[in-house]
C-alpha cells in the first residue's frame, strides 16, 4: 500500500506562483512514477506533469510546460509541483499520483484546492 497526502494550495492572484507537495508513505520502494493530474470545475480530470522516482525522466502537458516544474525530495519521500506565472484557468482540484513498478496500479491523494483570482 502507498498513501499520498496533499498540501500547499490556496488562493493567489494572477501571475503568482504556489508549491504542492505530495508525502508518500507505505511501500514507497515500488512507486515507479509520480504525477499531478488537476480537475477544474465541470471538466474531465487530466494530466500536468509526471516524473520517474527513481530517476529525472519528466514530462508536462503543454499548457503548463515553461510554468510548472515536477520534483523530488528523496529523503523526504515528497514530490513537488512548483506553479509560477499563474492563470485563471489553473483553477483546479490537483491529485498526486503514485504509479507502481511492475504494473499499472495507481495510488491517488485525496486533492489539494487551487484558486488562482483574476
Known amino acids: 500500500q502507498v498513501q499520498l497526502v496533499e498540501s500547499g494550495g490556496g488562493l493567489v492572484q494572477a501571475g503568482g506562483s504556489l508549491r504542492l507537495s505530495c508525502a508518500a508513505s507505505g511501500r514507497t520502494s515500488s512507486i515507479y512514477t509520480m504525477g499531478w493530474f488537476r480537475r477544474a470545475p465541470g471538466q474531465e480530470r487530466e494530466f500536468v506533469a509526471a516524473?520517474?522516482?527513481?530517476?529525472?525522466?519528466?514530462t508536462y502537458a503543454d499548457s503548463v510546460k515553461g510554468r510548472f516544474t515536477i520534483s523530488r525530495d528523496r529523503a523526504k519521500n515528497t514530490v513537488y509541483l512548483q506553479m509560477n506565472s499563474l492563470k485563471p484557468e489553473d483553477t483546479a482540484i490537483y491529485y498526486c499520483?503514485?504509479?507502481?513498478?511492475?504494473?499499472?496500479?495507481?495510488?491517488w491523494g485525496q486533492g489539494t484546492q487551487v484558486t488562482v483570482s483574476s
Open positions: 499520483k503514485a504509479n507502481i513498478a511492475g504494473s499499472n496500479w495507481n495510488y
Open positions: 516524473r520517474r522516482w527513481g530517476g529525472t525522466i519528466t
